[in-house]
């Protein structure tokens, strides 16, 4: 948890800074998507969140919004200070607070790209990571935590490759021209790579 209470506090004092904390406006509400407004229709249909193993949960904060993906959905109506003081024990809360922290982070011009790619745009997604990598680190061997297909698929061609995954319907198969390795191999594929690429999920 060490992880997220670092974020937290850097969280906390940017809304502090940014003199956001005591305004009453600042709602966040978050609701889960449907896979269509999440993915629209992708070239394939390998993508955790269509197969039902996971959902996208959605905040707005003032018109910015910010996703990420969970296995335990819900709706959260609530402001800035009452999210900042949320324990983050639960799979739910923790995708609450990630979401929020991408809306505000949104809303500020810190990042953009806050909201999952549809229809065709996730694979070339995965070629424009290919790119990226080959250009910022040459050949590495590269451990993937988390099964995301278009992006494994398009990385397993170019590079050495690990995948760790959680999904029992995963481990173990062969998938987009790499083994699927369990989750508890982690620390071993982590050791073995130069680089890390983790999902959302993941976090």
Partial sequence: MDFYNDIKERFFNLIKEK??????????????LTPQEVIGKPERDDFPLLKGKEVMLQADFKGSLGQVFTDMPGNYS???REILAMPLDNNFKRAVFIATLNAVLRHLNYISKTVHCKDKEPGECAAHLVDYIKERFGQPRIAFIGMQPAMVEALSTHF????????????GR?????????FSLTK???????IVLATGTTV
Wanted: proline share 2%; charged share 35%.
């Fill in 19 to 32: 003199d956001l904390m005591s305004s009453k406006v600042e709602v966040v509400s978050a609701r889960t």
């Fill in 78 to 80: 609530g402001g800035l």
């Fill in 160 to 171: 050495k490759i690990r995948v760790a995954d959680l999904d029992p319907d995963n481990i």
């Fill in 174 to 182: 062969k998938k987009c021209g790499v083994i699927i390795e369990d």
């Fill in 188 to 194: 071993e594929i982590l050791s073995w790579a130069d």
